[in-house]
């Protein structure tokens, strides 16, 4: 998977202003099970954040696939592009 | 009528002594400046300042009442008081949707709240409505 870095950045950002009590590595292989704080509805939550950040909508078949930065990122470059 | 942005609702009210003491018993915050109004005169203010729990209550009531209504989840509040809210001042309440996922089933608005010509707080709710509640994008 090829990340795009502006992208991951901005997620990045994100994720630590959603999950701010995680302590660990902002990588792409980070998982929602490897964060306390990312549950179904911090995925809801984070996932409206990235459409207004990205001016993007998502689909219901990629909502469910927003479980780990990585995947997040490649579905935003996709959009972007 | 299905939840679309640009949808808007008002709710005016007015905190009297009575409910401030009612909101003193429930949460027991007797902060001088929301019981004493001669501090409150000292830290600049005409009188004891309202709660913002008590704002925050009818910010509920208009999320459980109107919009998103009796099946909504309320999921992420914020808030800013800029202004003070003193007893017996008539204030109104402004709520707009200003993003909706069907997909998420979900809404956010933002909110103000006035009084005396003032803007007293803003903020922005995020809630979680079941997808038939929601317009289509």
Same mark, same amino acid.
């Given at each position: 998977m090829t990340i795009d870095n502006a992208v991951f950045a901005k997620l990045t950002e994100i994720a630590r202003t959603l999950f701010d009590e995680y302590q660990g590595p902002w990588t792409?292989?980070?998982?929602?099970?490897?964060?306390?704080?990312?549950d179904s509805l911090a995925t809801v939550q984070f996932a409206v954040m990235v459409e207004q950040a990205f001016n993007i909508r998502f689909s219901t078949d990629e909502i469910v696939r927003l479980d780990n930065l990585g995947a997040i990122a490649s579905i935003v470059a996709q959009k972007k592009a | 009528m299905p939840i679309a942005v640009g949808d808007v609702v008002e709710h005016r009210f007015v905190v009297e002594a009575d409910q401030m003491a009612a909101f003193q018993a429930l949460?027991?915050?007797? +902060?001088r400046i929301h019981t004493d109004d001669e501090y409150a005169h000292s830290r600049g203010f005409k009188g004891a300042i309202v709660y913002g729990g008590i704002m925050m209550a009818h910010l509920s009531y208009v999320l459980g009442s109107?919009?998103?209504? +009796?099946l909504g989840t309320s999921g992420r509040w914020q808030v800013d008081y800029r202004a003070p809210l003193y007893v017996g001042d008539s204030a109104v309440l402004r709520l707009e949707v200003t993003y909706v996922s069907k997909p998420m089933g979900v809404i956010q608005a933002k909110f103000t709240i006035r009084a005396r010509e003032a803007l007293v707080a803003t903020g922005t709710v995020q809630s979680f409505v079941p997808e038939t509640e929601i317009a289509g994008e």
């Open positions: 792409p292989a980070l998982r929602s099970e490897d964060v306390e704080q990312w | 949460s027991n915050d007797y +902060s109107k919009i998103p209504g +009796s």
